[in-house]
């Protein structure tokens, strides 16, 4: 279980990230179109992961633009922000910011990613919520590069995100 803080208050997940070199866990998320994306759609290419709490919160929020922002950085990578909010929710804010680099997907039907990735909060007020990290893996879906964001009112480490992608 990893140890995070919430306003210097410490929180639990239920798990840790996966460990680097090891495939990326499977998962079955839902888009803004409420189709599933699963990692056999994202074969082949380089993924950056962008997990957090909530689309409507200032750092989640802000973590959605950089990353959008960012995207064409990197030569054959997808970039998902994935939260527990309603895909409604991911596509309000989407396109009333001009998202449109970033795949937004949601853990909301059967909760797997945050479980199997060791993502989901045990306890606290944001409990059942995602922990904010990012995760890396190369174009065979091994993982290259995990950052468990030990606060979680910060803001993801972008630049070593990129790098890592870059070098993947």
Known sequence: MANVTLRGKEIHTVGT????????????????????????DLAGKKVIYNIFPSIDTATCAASVRK????????????????????????????????????????DLRDKSFG??????????????LLSRAVVVTDT??????????????????YDKALAAAKGA
Do not use: H
């Open 17 to 40: 990230l996966p460990p680097i070199g090891s495939n990326v866990p499977d998962f079955r998320l839902t888009k803004q179109d409420l189709s599933e994306i699963k990692p056999a």
């Open 67 to 106: 990353f959008n922002e960012q995207a064409a950085a990197v030569e054959n990578t997808t970039i998902v922000c994935v939260s527990a909010d309603l895909p409604f929710a991911l596509k309000r804010f989407c396109g009333a910011e001009g998202i449109n680099n970033v795949v937004a997907a949601s």
């Open 115 to 128: 479980k199997v990735w060791g993502l989901t909060f045990t306890d606290g007020p944001l409990e059942g």
């Open 140 to 157: 065979n879906g091994k993982v290259v590069y995990t950052e468990q964001v030990a606060e979680i009112g910060n803001e993801p480490d």
